[in-house]
């Protein structure tokens, strides 16, 4: 699995520089079925907690989602033994996390790369890196989203951030710091284009 991450330049390009016999792509479209892409990978999942867990077995996963509202009634949970690196583009699509409370993107992986996706109303919070070492994220939007701290992103010690043209409004910290984002001591932060819009917290940083 190491030899596969460091052979690709996955960060930049997943699809074109790893090959295809090391990549799982799958994909999420609101017509689609999960029984039927369980048997056969080419066709659409339903849901994404459905997509990754068809893709438990490969070290580099990939997963689309079809532009509209794709509404959660629990946590992604997604914990694989062997995925090192993760891609999920959203075409902006957006996920309401309203009925989840805790949060609503429990992924572990070394690489998690969240491209073109709102998330929205996550009452218990969207993302903590605990078990995520690099977190790309690009044109992507967070609104309405609450936690005790880091409403749309929680990042753990020593974690590194890439944030760009990417919009976190209405975010709110009730109890600790990170209004939108919360950014631990050792951990690293590039930040640009991106826009904060009414995001507050009981501590520092709104």
């Given amino acids: 699995e190491g030899t596969v991450h460091e052979d690709c330049d996955c960060v ?15 994909s999420v479209s609101t017509g689609g079925d999960d029984t039927a892409c369980a048997a056969d990978s080419s066709s659409a999942c339903a849901t994404v907690q459905q997509a990754l867990d068809i893709s438990s077995e490969s070290a580099l996963a990939e997963v689309t989602i079809e532009a509209g509202t794709h509404t959660l009634a629990s946590a992604i949970v997604w914990m694989p033994s062997s995925t090192v690196f993760l891609k999920i583009v959203g075409n902006g699509a957006t996920i309401d996390c309203a009925a989840v409370v805790s949060r609503c993107l429990q992924i572990e992986v070394t690489t998690l790369q969240l ?3 709102t998330f929205s109303r996550a009452s218990g919070g969207v993302l903590d890196l605990t078990s995520i070492s690099t977190l790309v994220v690009a044109g992507c939007a967070f609104s309405a989203c609450t936690a005790d701290e ?12 890439s944030i760009s043209a990417t ?3 209405n975010c709110r910290a009730s109890a600790g710091s990170g209004g939108a984002i919360s950014v631990a001591t050792g951990s690293t932060m590039t930040l640009t284009t991106s826009v904060f819009d009414n995001c507050t917290a009981a501590g520092s940083g709104g």
């Fill in 12 to 26: 930049n390009d997943m699809r074109t520089s790893c090959p295809s016999s090391v990549l799982e792509a799958t």
């Fill in 115 to 117: 491209v073109n996706l």
């Fill in 150 to 161: 880091g409403a749309a992103i929680l990042s753990n010690d020593g974690a590194s951030l």
């Fill in 167 to 169: 919009s976190f409004t």
